[in-house]
């Protein structure tokens, strides 16, 4: 069941210390509330039926043009703040690999509500996506890829016009044994040479 056009869910738990909504800035979020696109397909979306909508998507960005409009892709991040999907159904998004914007605005998503170690856990698979995808600025259009974008979530504090919330570095989770040292591609395939050689043996 959808709820209402510019509220957030009554069960939805509070992110960071705040309403989830609150991620976006309220300047945003204004611009967000009073968009055509949000009036029209964003009233009452469910969790299930968001990813139809995320399945239309041919760009991401945050705002553009010199009245700072919202972008659809900054549309469905707030409707997602507002819905809180399950993890299960942010994982899914994250591992589509038939529609790029669908992936980024999960992995964008997990980065503004998820705990770090689940961040760096599902957003650092995305690193060996090389796939290129469009990316509207205030500045106009630019092709980047996928990896870059990863890239730019775990190691920013700002993405599509929003303040990250605060991510602690990588090495601090690995000396407090909550992440394994992460691989390369390099590293997999020595790995996997091992393996095989053990097996002929």
């Not at 139809?52 to 409009?69: C, E, H, I, P, V």
């Not at 993890?87 to 980065?111: C, H, P, Q, S, T």
């Not at 290129?132 to 630019?142: F, I, M, P, Q, S």
């Amino acid at each position: 069941m959808g709820i209402g056009v510019n509220t957030t869910d009554p069960l939805a738990a509070s992110v960071h210390g705040t309403n989830p909504q609150n991620l976006v800035e309220k300047i945003t979020r204004l611009k967000i509330y009073s968009s055509l696109y949000w009036k029209e397909y964003c009233f009452g979306l469910t969790a299930e039926a968001l990813v139809d909508r995320a399945m239309d998507l041919k760009y991401f960005g945050g705002t553009y043009g010199g009245m700072n409009k919202p972008s659809k892709f900054m549309c469905l991040v707030l409707k997602m703040l507002q819905l809180q999907p399950e993890k299960e159904i942010v994982i899914e998004f994250i591992k589509n690999e038939d529609f790029k914007y669908v992936r980024i605005l999960g992995a964008f998503y997990l980065r503004l509500v998820g705990k770090p170690v689940d961040i760096y856990k599902y957003l650092e698979l995305l690193y060996n996506d090389f796939r290129k995808v469009r990316h509207r600025t205030n500045a106009g259009w630019e092709v980047i890829r996928m990896d870059e974008f990863i890239d730019q979530l775990l190691t920013s504090d700002y993405a599509c016009d929003i303040a990250l919330p605060h991510l602690p570095k990588r090495w601090t989770l690995e000396e407090a044994k909550m992440l394994e040292p992460r691989l390369s591609l390099a590293d997999m395939d020595d790995e996997s040479e091992e393996e095989e050689e053990e097996e002929e043996e």
